[in-house]
């Protein structure tokens, strides 16, 4: 009697810690950029160029944690969480090299044209944010450190404003329903499902001496299924004996 139809866990949000400790180091990049400013841009040096490039690391770190493609019920997301780092790094380290040289940009353009990724990104938000990496790991190579702060802490404030967006697609059920009485009550079945906003389908009726009927339902969230039962089952008033619901997996799954 007790309804079966259950909710999915509730996505974690952003750890804290991953909060604060992201926007101080977007903040020491604005600070960075505003003490040395145009130095940072030109200077050059082995180290210097190291730093960038474990500033991209950790830009493509931070990102990634936001836009963290295991929480979203997937297998295997530890490739695409890596290739989004090293992507953020390869364009830092693109800039590194390519520096002020139109020849190097157009060598690198046509190195980049060559390669062919073998993975297919299912999701089209990924391969944007792969994008968005680049970018942000250009800004760092160039030594725009005020500009790839600004921008990690306005891309990442982004992908958590999408990721607590979204559209909310009623959940799909069998609703099977048993009764003793010489019909179904249909109208009573028909006036509980609507007043609890429920879309139901007929699928199966039989009739005898235990009367079935199933129905493919569309539950909204907040609807509670025990109650839907108990409001259905009506002390037995109208012959329900038994509620049973059964989730269905999304589409696609």
């Given at each position: ?13 952003v750890h804290p810690r991953t909060v604060a400790g992201g926007i101080v180091f977007c903040g020491a990049l604005v600070w960075a950029d505003h003490v040395w400013g145009a130095a940072t841009?030109?200077a050059q040096g082995p180290w210097l160029e190291v730093a960038k490039l474990g500033i991209a690391a950790l830009i493509g770190g931070l990102v ?190």
């Open positions: 009697m007790a309804g079966l139809l259950t909710t999915s866990a509730t996505e974690p949000s841009t030109a990634t944690s936001v836009h963290h493609p295991a929480r979203r019920g997937r297998k295997s997301t530890q490739p695409i969480a890596h290739a989004q780092i090293l992507f953020c790094v390869a364009g830092a380290l693109m800039m590194i090299i390519i520096g002020d040289s139109l020849a190097r940009a157009f060598g690198a353009v046509g190195i980049a044209s060559i390669v062919r990724f073998r993975t297919a990104l299912k999701d089209p938000k990924d391969a944007t944010v792969l994008f968005l990496l680049i970018g942000l790991g250009m800004s760092a190579g160039r030594g725009i450190l005020g500009v790839a702060g600004l921008g990690t802490l306005f891309v990442c404030g982004l992908l958590w404003v999408l990721d607590h967006v979204k559209e909310e697609k009623p959940q799909e059920a069998m609703l099977e329903i048993r009764t003793t009485a010489p019909s179904v009550p249909a109208a009573h079945i028909q006036q509980v499902l609507g007043a609890n906003h429920l879309r139901a389908d007929p699928r199966e009726m039989e009739r005898g001496a235990e009367g079935r009927v199933r129905y493919h339902v569309f539950v909204d969230h907040g609807v509670t299924p025990d109650d839907v039962s108990a409001q259905l089952i009506d002390g037995g008033r109208h012959g329900i004996t038994s509620v049973k619901w059964e989730m269905l997996k999304p589409r696609g799954e």
